[in-house]
């Protein structure tokens, strides 16, 4: 079962900064964080994913809390086209079990 | 691109009955990873092989089955087809650097 968890939906301004929270109080040290997501029907994407530091590409930003039981992820401006269900995971050696996700839906 | 091929994009076939689904790997990742997404329902993790070898099993019925080939594709063998087993089937491959996993644009099996 998934470790992590997400709300289920959230709404983001178009232009606007979109923050998606994700909660995993339960992660052990040697766990990364990472983040997908999936547009309509497509195969999952790779966003961005971090240990215990902050991270940024060009896609996102993460946020990752100092007792790393919680990160954040950061779309600065948003756009129509990040609407989409964002998956949380913490990844334990193999495992990258998949939760719920937040659909995050980007409004003109 | 992601570089993760899966075949065939769309499949319709009866109750009963037996279908294979291949994936093709990005070249040089060794390990394969399958999920089965239904209707509106999040990604279920399947079961996971690394250079041939099983290496996790997540929530997987006993009708369907796997395997990892010498050339690193790999298949998913779904047997005894309910009507329930309609779903997106994502493969993806894990590299081998930075750990994240790529995804193919999946085989969608609609059983009538």
């Known amino acids: 079962d998934a470790k992590t968890t997400q709300p289920p939906s959230m709404d983001c301004a178009e232009g606007r900064a979109a923050n998606l929270p994700c909660n995993h109080s339960t992660i052990s040290g040697n766990e990364y964080v990472y983040w997908y997501r999936q547009i309509h029907s497509q195969g999952p994407q790779y966003i961005i994913h971090g240990l215990k530091n902050n991270e940024t590409n060009e896609m996102a930003s993460l946020i990752i809390t100092e007792d790393r039981k919680s990160s954040t992820l950061i779309l600065p401006h948003a756009t129509l086209r990040d609407t989409a269900v964002y998956y949380c995971i913490v990844r334990n050696n193999n495992d990258m079990r998949f939760g719920a996700g937040t659909r995050l839906t980007v409004k003109p | 691109d992601s570089g993760v091929t899966q075949t065939p994009k769309h499949l319709i076939t009866a109750t009963g009955q037996r279908v294979t689904l291949r994936c093709s790997p990005r070249?040089?990742?060794?390990?394969v990873y399958w999920y089965q997404q239904s209707l509106d329902q999040g990604l279920q993790f399947l079961i996971q092989?690394?250079?041939?070898?099983?290496?996790a099993k997540g929530n997987i019925l006993e009708r369907f089955s796997a395997q990892q080939f010498p050339d690193l594709h790999s298949e998913l063998n779904l047997s005894s087809l309910e009507l329930g087993d309609s779903a997106l089937y994502f493969c993806?491959?894990?590299?081998?650097?930075?750990?994240?996993?790529?995804f193919g644009e999946g085989s969608r099996l609609t059983v009538l």
């Open positions: 092989y690394y250079n041939g070898e099983e290496r």
């Open positions: 993806a491959s894990k590299g081998a650097n930075t750990g994240e996993l790529f």
């Open positions: 070249s040089g990742d060794l390990s």
